[in-house]
C-alpha cells in the first residue's frame, strides 16, 4: 500500500504536465532498452582490445564446439563400422580409438576456452571499473548530490560482478550452444533430411517465448540489480553511522528499514526468476517434446531398414545436444539480459559528462601567482536546493596577503564561497577571477593547485599517516613531513604511534581522536604550500591548548598568503586584516573586530552571545 509521501508524489507529477510528460518519456526510454541486448556493445568493445585472446578464445570456442559434435560422428562409425566388422577386435578398437581422439580434443580444447574466456571476463571488468573510476573522478560535486556515492559503489560491485559473469561465462555458453545448435542441425540434415524439417519446424516455437520473456526479464534484472544496489547503500551507510544507531537505540528501527529493503529485493528478484523459469520450461517441453517424436518417427525408420542403426544412434545423440543446446539458449538468454541491465547502468556512469570541465583552450594564471581572488555580482544557488539562493549579488575583493574572515549564521553562504572559489560549481550570474583571470576561462587543475584547504571536519583515507599528510604533496620528503606536522603540533601523536608514519589509521582516520585528524589536515595543507588558504573552521576540533598552538602556527603560516577564514568562534578571527559579515547570501558589514562592535550590527549581537560582554 502507498504512504501519503508517494500519493503526494504522485499527486504533484499528474499536477505538472512538463513531469508527467517526462515521466513518460523516462518510461519509454527505458522499455526501449529492455528490447535489446545494446548495452552489451559497450562490454564488446572493451573485448576488442585485447584480439589475440578474443581469438584464441573462439578458436578453442570452435574447436570444443567441434569436437562435442563429431563424438556422435563417433558412435555412427563405430555402430556402422567397428560393430558391423562382426568379432574382429582390432577394427573394433581402430574406431574406438578414434572416439578417445575426439575426447582428448575436446578436453584439451575445453581447458584452452576455460583460460581465455575467464581471462578476457577479468580484464574486461577490471577495464570498465578502471574507466568508470576515471570518470568518477572527473565529474563535480553537483553530480554526487543528486546521486548517492554509496549506490555508485555497489554499482562498480555487483553490476561489474554479473559482467564479468557474463563475458567469462555466459557468452562462452551461448556461443558454444549457437555453434553446437547451428552444426548440429547441419548434421542432422545430413543424417536424416525428413526428420531434420520437422526438428527446424519448431525452431521459430523457440524463439517466440525467448523473445516475449526476455523483454519483461530484462526490465525485471534491472530493477534486481536496483534493489541490490540499495542493499549495498543503506548497509555502507548503518555501518559508517554505527555509533549514532547505537547511541540513540535504533537498531530494531535499521534492521526493520533493512529487512524491508532485503524484502524488496527478493520479490523483485522472486518474480524475474518466476519469469525465467517459465520461460526455460516452454522451450525445454517445446525442443526435447519434438525431438522425441522425431526419434519416435526414426525408430520406426529402424525398423522397416531405411535408416542404419550407427545413423539414428547419432541422429538421437545429435538431436540430444540439439535440443540440450536450445534449452541452455534459453536460460543464457536471462543470463544476458541481466548483464545487459548492469551494463546499461555502468554505461551511465561512463557516459556521464563533467558539469566542470578544462575550456578548449584553458587561459594559463599568471606565474609567479599572486594570489588575489574576486568575485563580482555572483548569485549561485545549488542544483539540487534551485529555490533556495545560497549567494546573492555577492562581491569581495581579496588582496594578495590579505587574511580575510567570513562568519555569519548558519546557512549564511560561507562554505558557498569557498565551493566557488575552488570551481567545484560555477556561478548562475557574475565573475570569480584568480590573480585577474576568470574561473571559467582556466584549467580546473591549475585554479585547485594554488588553493589549499583545511576542511571543518578532518577528512582522512583509509591509508597511513604519511599517505594521509603527502595527499597534501606527493613528493614531500620526511623531513618537510615532519616539519610540517611540528608547525601543525602533529608531531608528538604521531611520534607515538606504534609504526610511526607508517602506521595504517584505519577507515576515515578512526584510530585518531578529532583534533588528531584535524591537525593532520592542518598538517598536509601547510605540505601543499599554495598562495592560497582556505581555513574552514580549521581548529574547531581542537582543545583550548592545541588551538592555540596551531593559532600561532597558521598566523605565521598566513604572513606570506592570501587567507580567507571561516569561523563561528569569534575569538579566532580577532586579528583578521578584515571580517566579512554575511546573513542570507549578502555581505551585511565588513570591517576590523572593533569598528564592527562598535556598529551594533549583526556582528556586534554575535559577539555579545559569545563573549557575554552584555545581556543576550
Known amino acids: 500500500m502507498d504512504g501519503p509521501d508517494n500519493a503526494d508524489s504522485r499527486a504533484a507529477k499528474a499536477a505538472d504536465p512538463a513531469n508527467a510528460a517526462s515521466e513518460r518519456d523516462a518510461e519509454a526510454a ?57 568379432s574382429d577386435p582390432e577394427e573394433i578398437a581402430r574406431w574406438f580409438r578414434y572416439l578417445l581422439l575426439i575426447v582428448a580434443v575436446l578436453a584439451v580444447g575445453t581447458a584452452f576456452r576455460f583460460f581465455f ?20 573522478l572527473r565529474l ?44 548440429g542441425i547441419a548434421y542432422l540434415f545430413v543424417l536424416a533430411p525428413q526428420l531434420t524439417i520437422g526438428l527446424v519446424l519448431v525452431i521459430p516455437l523457440v524463439v517466440i517465448p525467448l523473445v516475449v520473456f ?21 548497509v555502507t551507510e548503518v555501518l559508517s553511522a554505527m555509533k549514532i544507531v547505537q547511541g540513540f537505540n535504533q537498531e530494531p528501527r535499521e534492521a526493520e528499514r533493512f529487512g524491508a529493503a532485503v524484502e524488496r529485493s527478493f520479490q523483485t528478484a522472486r518474480r524475474r526468476i518466476m519469469i525465467r523459469s517459465v520461460m526455460t520450461a516452454a522451450v525445454i517441453f517445446l525442443v526435447f517434446g519434438a525431438i522425441t517424436l522425431l526419434m519416435w518417427r526414426g525408430a520406426v525408420g529402424v525398423s522397416t531398414g531405411s535408416i542404419s542403426g550407427g545413423t539414428i544412434a547419432a541422429f538421437v545423440i545429435t538431436g540430444g545436444l540439439v535440443a540440450g543446446a536450445f534449452g541452455a539458449l534459453a536460460e543464457v538468454y536471462g543470463d ?103 574561473l571559467t576561462s582556466a584549467d580546473p587543475a591549475d585554479i585547485r593547485a594554488r588553493i589549499a584547504l583545511v576542511p571543518q571536519d578532518g577528512v582522512l583515507f583509509s591509508a597511513n599517516a604519511r599517505d594521509n599528510l603527502r595527499y597534501g ?113 549578502r555581505i551585511v558589514e565588513q570591517g576590523t573586530h572593533a569598528t564592527l562592535t562598535r556598529a551594533g550590527g549583526l556582528y556586534a549581537r554575535l559577539a555579545r552571545l559569545q563573549f557575554g560582554t552584555e545581556p543576550a
Request: hydrophobic share 45%; no cysteine.
Open 117 to 136: 574466456v575467464s581471462w578476457l571476463g577479468e580484464r574486461v571488468v577490471a577495464d570498465v571499473r578502471l574507466a568508470v573510476q576515471r570518470n568518477l
Open 473 to 585: 604533496n606527493w613528493d614531500a620528503t620526511d623531513d618537510a613531513i615532519w616539519d610540517a606536522a611540528r608547525i601543525a603540533n602533529a608531531a608528538d601523536f604521531l611520534a607515538a604511534l606504534p609504526q610511526g608514519l607508517d602506521t595504517f589509521l584505519g577507515e576515515n582516520g578512526a584510530r585518531l581522536s578529532g583534533g588528531q585528524q584535524q591537525r593532520l589536515a592542518i598538517a598536509r595543507a601547510l605540505l601543499r604550500d599554495t598562495p592560497i588558504l582556505l581555513l574552514d573552521e580549521a581548529t574547531s576540533a581542537l582543545d583550548a591548548e592545541s588551538e592555540r598552538l596551531v593559532q600561532d602556527a597558521l598566523e605565521r603560516l598566513m604572513a606570506d598568503r592570501t587567507t580567507l577564514v571561516i569561523a563561528h568562534r569569534l575569538a579566532t578571527v580577532r586579528a583578521a586584516d578584515r571580517i566579512v559579515v554575511m546573513d542570507g547570501g
Open 336 to 438: 544476458l539480459l541481466r548483464g545487459a541491465g548492469a551494463a546499461s547502468r555502468l554505461s551511465e556512469l561512463l557516459e556521464e559528462a563533467p558539469a566542470i570541465a578544462p575550456p578548449a583552450r584553458p587561459q594559463p594564471l599568471p606565474s609567479p601567482p599572486r594570489g588575489s581572488l574576486s568575485f563580482r555580482n555572483v548569485s549561485f544557488r545549488y542544483p539540487t536546493r534551485p529555490e533556495v539562493a545560497a549567494l546573492r549579488d555577492f562581491t569581495l575583493e581579496v588582496e594578495p596577503g590579505e587574511t580575510v574572515a567570513i562568519v555569519g549564521p548558519s546557512g549564511a553562504g560561507k562554505s558557498t564561497i569557498f565551493q566557488l572559489a575552488e570551481r567545484f560549481y560555477d556561478p548562475q550570474a557574475g565573475t570569480i577571477r584568480l590573480d585577474g583571470i576568470p
Open 30 to 86: 527505458a522499455s526501449r532498452k529492455a528490447r535489446s541486448l545494446r548495452p552489451l556493445l559497450m562490454v564488446w568493445r572493451t573485448a576488442l582490445r585485447y584480439p589475440g585472446h578474443l581469438v584464441a578464445a573462439l578458436a578453442a570456442l570452435l574447436v570444443t564446439a567441434s569436437a562435442t559434435l563429431a563424438i556422435p560422428a563417433g558412435f555412427k562409425l563405430v555402430i556402422d563400422r567397428g560393430f558391423a566388422s562382426g
Open 140 to 183: 563535480a560535486p553537483a553530480f554526487y548530490e543528486e546521486n548517492s556515492p554509496k549506490e555508485i559503489a555497489s554499482r562498480m560491485t555487483s553490476d561489474t560482478a554479473l559482467i564479468e559473469q557474463v563475458v567469462g561465462t555466459t557468452v562462452s555458453v551461448a556461443l558454444r550452444n549457437l555453434l553446437m545448435g547451428i552444426g
Open 214 to 234: 526476455g523483454r519483461k526479464v530484462r526490465t525485471i534484472s534491472r530493477d534486481s540489480q536496483d534493489r541490490v544496489a540499495d542493499i549495498g547503500a543503506m
